[in-house]
């Protein structure tokens, strides 16, 4: 087998979890497919800025995995492991 690149791997896994969670959003509202849309978010309730006079920067981030996105996750390693 020959060499894997790193940035493929990242390109599948971020479109995994793209994919995924955008699957989740479409099916929240079909009954059957509701629970591809459960997780979880966590991250900064409230960002966090700073206020340098002349420069204000804000920090925030707020990440929610869902089931759609394990999924998601979950077939870009199977991807890349037939690449």
């Known amino acids: 087998m ?3 690149n790193f940035w493929i791997l990242l390109v599948l896994l971020l479109s995994g979890i793209v994919l995924g969670s955008f699957i989740g959003d479409m099916a929240q509202n ?3 497919l509701s629970w591809l849309n459960f997780g979880q ?5 409230s960002p966090l800025i700073v206020n340098l006079g002349m ?3 804000t920090f925030g981030l707020t990440i929610r995995i869902t089931m759609a996105s394990i999924i ?3 077939l870009a390693l199977v991807i890349y492991r037939m690449i």
């Open 30 to 32: 079909i009954p059957g």
């Open 41 to 45: 978010t966590f991250g900064l309730d």
């Open 2 to 4: 020959g060499y894997k």
């Open 72 to 74: 998601g996750v979950a």
């Open 55 to 57: 420069l204000v920067v």
